[in-house]
Each structure stands twice: as structure tokens, then as C-alpha cells.
């Protein structure tokens, strides 16, 4: 089982390393693959010390599996390279996600569509990821209408260079080096990428429309506000959900309880909520705020949080490589 990944000394590629050797995937060999500029410097993995390879020197080495977070234009550029070599890419970027004829994949959600003939397989958007792990169980039990959506979302998914920006900010009161047009500590920047003729912004989109190809549903209305907040640790998102069929309150608890990826913290006697403090290096998704919306029929109100670069990157990526490897499929 040779691995590839692809961008790994990112903040996404770091954290697939790590989260490879947390979850013991089997790995016999590691090719790590960076930039030209990081091209023979070393990495460590499981104690042990590997060299950074370019891209090239990665298809040639026709790995069974290729993690790639290096961004779309890189993914767009080699991943039919290494597809055409044999190698599974595992894509982290927006490069292939809405492709009619490449698999989006979340696997709580949907993974049953997945074959041996998918060579690219998108990971979606970290936003989206979270919120539909949550959404599938009670789609399933009570059919999604309408889903109005806002998040406030970590630097981390920015990257390296947002982070920086928000500790010299902290420490210092300023940043020479800006990943955000204004300040982001004491801030909250409504928008994230850049603004579409529609007016909302590309991240908006994503969980729209990645949303109802994941669910494989486009009768699901979606409307989405992204905000970027100074916090590390995990996206946060307030969801408002309107169904066809009526809910009992208990019963929608207890089905997110007993679904997968999923944990509950609901209470309120001892304000127990999920929090990106408390969300951070985990692999689930948690909710709480399970309220009624007294405004309007058939509607609830949930509020997740899930570690952005974990299940929102990382993890899922690698989840989907062992499904993959579990049936057989690579």
C-alpha cells in the first residue's frame, strides 16, 4: 500500500499525516510531496524519516493511493496524471468536486457510490462536510425542505499564513504579512472567498450545491452565510432545517445519537454545547441546541462544530481511503 500525499507539509497534509498514523492505515510506503522548493527535505512519519519528492517523481512511483491538499490548480493539473498511472486520487481541493462525472464523498453520507472505476474522488468542502453528516440521518427520517445555514469558521482554514496573521495580531497588535484584506482578531470578516455575480461569495455556493450532489437530492433548498472569526480549533454553524413531516424533539436527539460520526452534547442544565475549544484534534461531529423554531412549522435549529482540518479535511479524506481499501476497491 504505497501513499501519497500530496501537499504534505501544508496545514491539511501535516494533519493527513498525522491522522494516517493515529488511525494505523496501512501504509508499507510513504511518499510525501511538496513544492520544488521543498524537494529533498525530509519529513517524519511513524519515527521514521522520509524524503520530500516533486510531483513527477511521485506518478512515476505509481502509488495505490494519493492524498492531495496542494491546492485546485494543482489537483487540476496531475491528478489525471496519477488516475492515469493507476493510483486512487483522494482530492481535498474544489477542483473536482461539482465534475458530473466525479463522485463527491462523505462517507456517513454517501460512500455506497463509490467503485473500483473512480480514480478522483473530491473530498467536499470542510463546511459542507460537517453540516451533511448531520443533515443525511434526519433527511432520511423526516425529508429536508430547506436548509438556511450561517457559519463561523476557524483561520485554519485560511492556512498557515491566516494563523500567523491572527497570533501576530495577538501578540503583537499587527501582521506584516495579511492573509485577510482587514484584520481578523476582535473581527469577524463576512466573507469568505471571493463574491459572486449573485452576491454571495464562492464558499456560499459550495455548501449549496455540494450539499444536494452529496445528498443526491437538488429538491433541498440551501442558503448560506459564511463569516471567518478569530478562533482555531473548528468550524462552527448555526442551522436552521424546515422538513415536509413534523418531529418530536426526543426522537430527533436520539436519531443523532445513534448516527454515525455523530456526537450529542444537549445539555443545557450544565451548558454542555459543542465549541471549537472542545472540538479540536476530534474526528466527529458534535450538536447541540436542538431546539423547536417556534417561528415556523416543521423547522429545527441545530448548532455543529467539527475540527475543519480533521473531519473537514483530513480525516474524511482518510476515511474515505479505508473504505476504499475495506471493499476492496483499490
Known amino acids: 500500500m504505497k501513499v501519497a500525499v500530496v501537499g504534505a507539509t501544508g496545514l491539511v497534509g501535516t494533519k493527513m499525516l498525522e491522522v494516517l498514523a493515529e488511525r494505523n492505515f496501512l501504509v508499507t510506503e510513504l511518499i510525501p510531496v511538496a513544492s520544488e522548493k521543498s524537494v529533498g527535505k525530509?519529513?517524519?512519519?511513524?519515527?521514521?524519516?522520509?524524503?520530500?519528492?516533486?510531483?513527477?517523481?511521485?506518478?512515476?512511483?505509481?502509488?495505490?493511493?494519493?492524498?492531495?491538499?496542494?491546492?485546485?490548480?494543482?489537483?487540476?493539473?496531475?491528478?489525471?496524471?496519477?488516475?492515469?498511472?493507476?493510483?486512487?486520487?483522494?482530492?481535498?481541493?474544489?477542483?473536482?468536486?461539482?465534475?458530473?462525472?466525479?463522485?463527491?464523498?462523505?462517507?456517513?453520507?454517501?460512500?455506497?457510490?463509490?467503485?473500483?472505476?473512480?480514480k478522483?474522488?473530491?473530498?467536499?468542502?470542510?463546511?459542507?462536510?460537517?453540516?451533511?453528516?448531520?443533515?443525511?440521518?434526519?433527511?432520511?427520517?423526516?425529508?429536508?425542505?430547506?436548509?438556511?445555514?450561517?457559519t463561523y469558521q476557524s483561520v485554519t482554514?485560511?492556512?498557515?499564513?491566516?494563523?500567523?496573521?491572527?497570533?501576530?495580531?495577538?501578540?503583537?497588535?499587527?501582521?506584516?504579512e495579511m492573509a485577510y484584506k482587514y484584520k481578523i482578531d476582535m473581527n469577524a470578516i463576512p466573507q469568505i472567498d471571493v463574491f459572486l455575480e449573485n452576491g454571495y461569495t464562492k464558499e456560499e455556493m459550495k455548501m449549496v450545491n455540494e450539499t444536494k450532489k452529496i445528498m443526491e437530492d437538488d429538491s433541498i433548498k440551501v442558503t448560506a452565510t459564511t463569516v471567518r472569526i478569530p478562533v482555531m480549533g473548528g468550524h462552527s454553524e448555526s442551522i436552521n432545517i424546515e422538513f415536509e413531516n413534523d418531529f418530536v424533539l426526543d426522537e430527533v436527539k436520539e436519531l443523532l445519537k445513534n448516527s454515525p460520526g455523530i456526537i450529542v452534547q444537549d445539555d443545557l442544565t450544565n451548558q454542555i454545547y459543542p465549541m471549537p475549544l472542545t472540538s479540536h484534534n476530534k474526528d466527529e461531529v458534535f450538536v447541540g441546541r436542538i431546539r423547536r423554531d417556534e417561528s415556523q412549522r416543521n423547522t429545527l435549529n441545530l448548532w455543529i462544530v467539527s475540527d475543519n482540518l480533521r473531519k473537514g479535511a483530513a480525516t474524511n479524506a482518510i476515511q474515505i481511503a479505508e473504505y476504499l481499501v475495506k471493499k476492496g476497491l483499490v
Open 42 to 118: 525530509e519529513i517524519e512519519f511513524k519515527g521514521k524519516k522520509y524524503k520530500v519528492h516533486s510531483l513527477q517523481q511521485a506518478i512515476d512511483a505509481k502509488p495505490t493511493i494519493a492524498l492531495f491538499s496542494a491546492g485546485g490548480s494543482t489537483s487540476l493539473d496531475f491528478a489525471e496524471k496519477f488516475a492515469a498511472n493507476g493510483t486512487t486520487v483522494i482530492d481535498n481541493s474544489s477542483a473536482w468536486r461539482m465534475h458530473p462525472e466525479k463522485k463527491l464523498v462523505v462517507p456517513e453520507v454517501n460512500a455506497h457510490i463509490l467503485t473500483k472505476e473512480d
Open 120 to 150: 478522483i474522488i473530491a473530498n467536499p468542502n470542510c463546511s459542507t462536510i460537517q453540516m451533511v453528516v448531520v443533515l443525511k440521518p434526519l433527511h432520511i427520517k423526516y425529508k429536508i425542505k430547506r436548509v438556511v445555514v450561517s
Open 157 to 176: 482554514g485560511t492556512g498557515v499564513k491566516a494563523v500567523s496573521q491572527l497570533m501576530n495580531e495577538r501578540e503583537h497588535g499587527n501582521s506584516l
